[in-house]
């Protein structure tokens, strides 16, 4: 080939060199710098595990279920996400915030409340609907018992909530877990009040 050919070509070989590279790029697990909950955590925790700790959905989330109401509510959004439907709250939440609907635990337990079910389900066609967004899940605990205790039931309390997820047909690659235990507070009290706020798993949009 002549010079002239080459570098007629040349711009076009170096754009698909990059794109190529470009592809292989995804979410890896979160590094929890040295913050990593024992595995299995206590014996007393293991003990308080319940037969049936995840309650697996009904159903698998289908995306042609759960397309858009209403395609003109996605002016009002970012224009990276795709809105559930009409004055979607939740995308709203991400849009502002870069989080979504957050849930909460009882005192001890990390398997997923009743009344917690449907804002996981929301958050599951959300990222459905979503397909290129990933998310952190961070779980928390109340500031009562050890750190590492803590630790080891924050991670119990995202790791449950990834399987709830992965159950509802969120891939498992999209999804990373971290625990902080007993850190970052939502409230600094120190009675039931607060407790029941902190005890908690997060989902921070990772993209």
Request: hydrophobic share 35%; aromatic share 6%.
């Amino acid at each position: 080939m002549k010079r002239n050919s080459i570098i007629k070509f040349l711009p076009v070989i170096i754009t698909s060199l990059g794109l190529t590279a470009g592809c292989g790029a995804h979410l890896s697990k979160v590094d929890m710098g040295g913050k990593a909950a024992v595995e299995g955590g206590a014996d007393t925790l293991n003990k308080s595990v319940e037969k049936n700790a995840v309650a697996v959905p009904d159903e698998k989330v289908v995306a042609e279920d759960v397309k858009p109401s209403d395609t003109g509510a996605q002016a009002s959004v970012a224009k990276n996400y795709k809105p559930l439907g009409v004055n979607d709250e939740l995308t709203k939440t991400a849009q502002e915030s870069g989080s979504l609907y957050i849930i909460h635990f009882d005192y001890d337990k990390f398997n997923i409340r009743e009344e917690d079910k449907p804002l996981l389900v929301k958050n599951a066609r959300w990222l459905n609907i979503n397909p290129v967004i990933n998310v952190r899940i961070e779980g928390y605990a109340d500031e009562r018992g050890e750190s590492e205790y803590n630790l080891a039931l924050g991670d119990k309390r995202a790791r449950s909530v990834e399987k709830y997820l992965e159950d509802m047909g969120i891939k498992k690659n999209r999804l990373a877990t971290i625990s902080y235990g007993e850190e970052n507070p939502v409230d600094p009290g120190h009675d039931e009040a607060a407790w029941a706020k902190n005890r908690r798993a997060e989902f921070k949009i990772a993209n």
